[in-house]
């Protein structure tokens, strides 16, 4: 069959095709709100001493056993992002392969839209806007406090980044929060919660070393996070784009067909 179901209701595929002005403005708000806490002198010392005391918290831990620094020294080694890559694209997975054969056109439609549209806001806006234009960012906690400890100084043999000059906002936390965004969105249940929780553990080996405060993450990356998702959900562009997407792959499924037919029937022709 060339045919393929209609992959949401009628009710849905209207709801996903107009605007929601009235999200997309509180989800503005709260992200004004996120900013003007870092400026506005009250919330401003809150954030210091949240940032401050979760820092020596947790990096004080890494003043115990070797087995114990070597596993967050494992866990900041750019290695260690291959594997948290394969995490994700399993979590992925079970979305694309879960239900009916039907869907899977629209499902990788729309995980290939999260990830190109991931990678395009941690490149164009975190890196190439806010670090280089901007020129917005500040030294990590481990850059700042003297007496912070250094996985560096601990385990010499692994080779890991545990400070950083321009640590707001953090890549990693950014990508973490856009993945269980995404995931949430499209999933949702328990895979949703399993994927909040997995990209919360994402952020906290960059906590642990230092690296990041934890006002980069509730801030920085969760206000960029909301930004370009309340435009994506809160406006027909994810749904049109998806439909895009889910389109040339039908029609290239299609072509597929028609050549593997079109080959069969010459290959007939050709026998004795």
């Known amino acids: 069959m060339n045919s ?13 095709k107009r605007w929601n002005l009235k999200a997309l403005f509180l989800l503005h708000l709260l992200i004004l709100f996120l900013f003007a806490s870092l400026f506005f002198p009250p919330t401003k010392a809150l954030w210091k001493i949240l940032d401050t005391t979760l820092f020596h918290l947790l ?27 394969l995490c994700i694209l399993s979590f992925f997975a079970a979305y ?26 941690i490149y164009f806006f975190n890196r190439l806007f806010i670090r280089e234009q901007l020129h917005y960012y500040w030294p990590s906690p481990s ?16 080779s890991i980044k545990d400070s950083s000059l321009k640590s707001f906002p953090g890549d990693h936390a950014t990508t973490a929060l856009l993945f269980a965004s995404f995931y949430g969105y499209l999933v949702r249940g328990r895979l949703a919660l399993f ?49 895009l997407l889910e389109k040339s792959f039908i029609l290239l499924l299609r072509l597929k067909r028609k050549w593997a037919r079109l080959e069969f029937g010459a290959r007939d022709e050709l026998r004795p």
């Open 4 to 16: 393929y179901p209609k992959l949401f209701s009628s009710s849905l595929n209207s709801k996903m």
């Open 59 to 85: 990096n004080s831990t890494l003043e115990g056993p070797l087995w114990w620094q070597t596993f967050w020294a494992a866990a900041n080694h750019p290695w260690a992002d291959w594997l948290e890559d």
């Open 96 to 121: 694309l392969f879960t239900g009916s054969p039907f869907v899977r056109p629209r499902r990788l439609a729309e995980l290939l839209l999260c990830a190109a549209y991931s990678a395009a806001v």
């Open 143 to 158: 850059a700042f406090f003297e007496n912070a400890i250094h996985l560096n100084d601990k385990i010499p043999w692994i």
């Open 195 to 243: 994927a909040a929780a997995y990209a919360a553990l994402l952020c906290l080996p960059r906590l642990i070393t230092g690296a990041h405060w934890v006002s980069d993450i509730l801030v920085g990356s969760a206000s960029i996070v909301l930004f370009f998702l309340s435009w994506l959900f809160c406006s027909p562009l994810f749904h049109t784009l998806s439909n």
